[in-house]
């Protein structure tokens, strides 16, 4: 079985603070997909990145940046100078190579960015 | 391409009703599922297709159905609806390419049961 941990619940940061949020993973497989999405108060989810296991390269967009351990089973979202539309509920998610239907989510970390 | 689509946005129902909650795609996928979000939880796997006539369950499908006769569509139903199945459901279909697997969500459905 598999399993994503966002032990963060909930962060507030003032504007233009970073921040780090974290997702520990556990799966069997050697082959899976990793996910972040956001989640704003209106309600829809926003696919942010997908990285597959075999790519641990850390990647940056912007003020977005990923850093992807599979030796930590970790793949942690750091947002750098946040701001106030940053506010929303971001969830890490897991999907195992063979079950494209069942994405595996961690409880969400709700992020507070005030100014 | 309209993406996935989700209808009603919103419904109340009283407790021991029933009623489907639509999902639609255009996009061609092969795999659908149904997701469950309730505070504190994350989402929750309902039950998913991974093709027309093929359905399986997920994490928590007690209490819905599910069928897949077209490619398109994907409809859950509540067959007695309780208060605990008081929650938001997304909708999502999904498609493998080269790059990995890209999963597209629909608006999402609210549903009270009191």
Redesign the interface.
């Known amino acids: 079985a598999q399993k994503v941990t966002q032990a963060q619940t909930e962060i507030s940061v003032v504007e233009k603070e970073d921040v780090t949020l974290d997702c520990v993973y556990e799966t069997r497989d050697t082959t899976y997909y990793l996910f972040w999405y956001k989640q704003p108060p209106s309600g829809e989810l926003v696919f942010l990145i997908r990285r597959n296991s075999f790519d641990e390269q850390n990647e940056i967009s912007g003020r977005y940046s990923w850093n992807f351990q599979k030796s930590t089973s970790s793949f942690n979202f750091t947002i750098t100078a946040s701001q106030v539309v940053d506010s929303a509920v971001y969830f890490c998610a897991l999907i195992n190579t063979g079950t494209a239907s069942k994405l595996t989510f961690g409880t969400g970390t709700r992020l507070q960015v005030t100014l | 391409n309209a993406g996935v689509t989700q209808t009603p946005k919103f419904q109340v129902l009283k407790t021991g009703q029933s009623m489907t909650l639509q999902c639609a795609q255009d996009m061609n996928h ?4 149904w ?1 469950r979000q309730d505070p ?6 309902i039950h ?3 093709g027309a006539g093929i359905t399986d369950q ?1 994490e928590v499908p007690n209490g819905y159905n599910v069928s897949r006769s077209t490619t398109e569509d994907f409809p859950l139903r509540l067959l007695s609806a309780a208060p605990s199945q008081t929650s ?1 459901y ?1 909708c ?1 279909s ?3 390419l080269q ?5 597209y ?1 629909g ?2 459905t ?1 549903l009270t049961v009191t």
């Open positions: 092969e795999y659908m599922s997701y504190g939880m994350g989402l929750r796997l998913y297709s991974v997920g938001v997304f999502a999904s498609i493998l790059q990995g697997y890209e999963q969500f608006p999402g609210r």
